[in-house]
């Protein structure tokens, strides 16, 4: 505490009054660290760091695919419906994916379209997990005959996507060159007869 003056003695002496102040905040006392040991700073930890929390697997899928779960209502379709419905699988696409579904429903199947192509759209950005374009790949990463189609390729290298979902034919002959990126090149039919409960999987063939 600190000491101020007062009033004087009768003797003319000053009297000197204890005035107790507050102590200066220190930087230290100022921090307040967590306390990162106790139980619930822990948990609070745990539960701000994704980086714990499993995500369930992602799958790329080309633009046949899409096409078949929004426009054809194909039948290879609903198992990955189901998965996408339940959490159980994450769809990733960009922005350059919805530009090439977008160019082929208004110039190649605006014939065979009942929906506007902005609700299909709509309803594709609804569906799937949104990501940045891919950067121009460092790794010399296999080349798919159609360039159009190579973008689905660099996303789920760059994004760790376990499959890439197509039927097309360019894109399944890279299959074996992709293995040493963990990305397994299927058609929905592999995917679905890989990953449908046996009573799913015979519902949807007589669909």
């Given amino acids: 505490m600190e000491y101020a003056p007062g009033t004087s003695?009768?003797?003319?002496?000053?009297?000197?009054?204890?005035?107790?102040t507050k102590p200066a905040r220190t930087a230290k006392s100022a921090e307040k660290?967590?306390?990162?040991?106790?139980?619930?700073?822990?948990?609070?930890?745990?539960?701000?760091?994704?980086?714990t929390i499993p995500l369930p697997p992602a799958a790329v899928l080309d633009t046949n695919v899409a096409l078949d779960g929004l426009l054809f209502a194909e039948p290879s379709f609903a198992p990955l419906q189901r998965a996408l419905d339940s959490g159980a699988l994450?769809?990733?696409?960009?922005?350059?994916?919805h530009d090439e579904l977008a160019h082929v429903l208004e110039h190649r199947l605006?014939?065979?379209?009942?929906?506007?192509?902005?609700?299909?759209?709509?309803?594709w950005r609804a569906g799937v997990q949104w990501c940045a374009d891919p950067a121009p790949a460092?790794?010399?990463?296999?080349?798919c005959?159609?360039?159009?189609?190579?973008v689905f390729i660099e996303l789920a290298v760059e994004r760790r996507a376990r499959w890439l979902i197509t039927r097309d034919r360019?894109?399944?002959?890279?299959?074996?060159?992709?293995?040493?990126?963990?990305?397994a090149v299927v058609?929905?039919?592999?995917?679905?007869?890989?990953h449908s409960p046996p009573q799913a999987a015979a519902a949807d063939s007589l669909a």
């Fill in 9 to 20: 003695n009768r003797d003319g002496t000053p009297r000197w009054a204890c005035a107790p």
């Fill in 33 to 51: 660290p967590a306390i990162i040991g106790t139980p619930k700073a822990r948990s609070n930890i745990r539960s701000n760091d994704v980086s």
């Fill in 187 to 194: 058609t929905p039919q592999r995917w679905a007869a890989d």
């Fill in 90 to 97: 994450h769809w990733l696409a960009c922005r350059r994916m």
């Fill in 138 to 143: 460092s790794l010399q990463l296999p080349r």
């Fill in 110 to 123: 605006a014939a065979r379209r009942c929906v506007p192509t902005a609700e299909l759209l709509a309803r």
């Fill in 170 to 183: 360019a894109l399944l002959a890279l299959a074996r060159r992709l293995r040493p990126w963990s990305v």
């Fill in 145 to 150: 005959r159609d360039a159009d189609d190579q």
